[in-house]
């Protein structure tokens, strides 16, 4: 068995690990496990679940689809990174070749460490980078491809509707939903169960599109869910997200893009027992807060600097009450900004008066409703950024 001083001396060593502080290598070797196969021996199934990325100490692999073998893995190589980012199915199967040792480290001990590790977050992405460039060298169906990362992306949002029942008889309600603009976008909401009846609505928008903010999007969707488990309040959250960003927007990684994918990002806390909700900004466009009780609109107004522009940034938080029949909607800018044949936009003013105008369907319908005003506004028209939408009541 490796000693932890030796599971250190090998990961450092690793690409993936590579300029990682000691502190974190040590703390990744505490939680390695060491796994031993001998023969031709199966890892894991092409359809498994991804819930662990591995490490070769010795010996050699192979990555294989059926009898195809794909690739081979040699000493110090890793493989199954994607599970950091994402659970989804694993793309091929992995078989030892005759004796072989390998670290396994699962995804939740992983996001961790990679929280709190710009330089780690860096090694991931430019591996995931590496691979889906390699990928597209190596396919002439480049269609195919960009297929697949849509399919990862879409597969990173809620799969359906979210409703809670409360407990004096009311119920939230929640609705999203997201076109991209291209095959893979940079829009980014959820909805998700926190602690003391609490529940977190989240939207945000990276600069750009294609593979880059496709990858931007699957990092902070990793960043936040590990970041709720250990401090889920807004100070906590914003900020583990804008040093992720940060972090990468300061690296090469992104030295040919024209834009750096800063991102938006608005998170809301929505409290079930004291009737309050709290919320924080980083860029994003406000969203609306319909209050049954007056029958006004507000905007939930936090103003902040995007995600990645500052190191250490502060952000603003703000405070308020909801009542019974009251609607949240959270949009990025695509809605608003949708242009039709005459170049001009849906705009503020009609997303408001639909949501006026609304008010009493429930939150699938009103997201229905306004997707289907804001296409027949555009005429056809193909639209140059992505459309998100979400609308939460409760009553």
Known sequence: ????AEKVAFLKETY???????????????????????????VFHEGDRGDA??????????????????????????????????????????????????????????????????????NVLKIVLRKLREDIDRETATAQDMLRAREMQMSMLPMQDLRIEIADGLALEASGECHPAEMVGGDYYDYFLLPDDQ?????????????????MVAMAKSCLHTRIKSDHSLSSV????????????????????????????????????????????????????YRANTKQLD???????????????????????????DIFVLYSDGIVEAQNKKQEEFGDERLKQLVMDN???????????????????CQGVIQADDMTLMVVKIG
């Open 359 to 377: 008010v009493s369907l429930s939150p699938a319908q009103l997201r229905e409703a306004i997707l289907k005003q804001v296409d027949a506004f």
């Open 53 to 122: 990325v591995y490490f070769v100490v010795s010996g050699e692999v192979k990555a294989h689809r059926g009898d195809v073998e794909v690739v081979r893995l040699e000493q110090g190589k890793c493989f199954g990174e994607m599970a950091v980012m994402d659970d989804a199915p694993r793309s091929t199967s992995i078989s030892s070749i005759g004796d072989v040792v390998l670290l396994k480290i699962n995804s939740d001990d992983f996001h961790r460490t990679v929280c709190g590790s710009v330089e780690l977050l860096q």
């Open 16 to 42: 993936l690990l590579k300029g990682v502080q000691a502190k974190d290598l040590e703390g990744i070797a505490e939680v390695a496990q060491e796994v031993h196969s001998t023969g031709e021996q199966t």
């Open 238 to 289: 914003m900020s583990a997200l804008n040093d992720m960003v940060y972090g990468f927007v300061q690296s090469d990684l992104y030295s040919e893009l024209v834009f750096p994918p800063f991102m938006s990002f608005c998170y809301i806390i929505v409290d079930l027992k004291d009737h309050t909700i709290s919320f924080s900004n980083a860029g994003h466009n406000f969203p609306y807060h």
């Open 199 to 215: 529940v977190g609505l989240v939207i945000g928008d990276v600069m750009g599109h294609g593979f880059h903010t496709g990858l």
């Open 1 to 4: 068995m490796l000693s932890i």
């Open 299 to 325: 905007m939930l107004e936090s103003n902040a600097c995007l995600l990645g522009v500052m190191e250490d940034q502060e952000y603003e938080t703000g405070r308020s009450e909801w009542a019974e029949g």
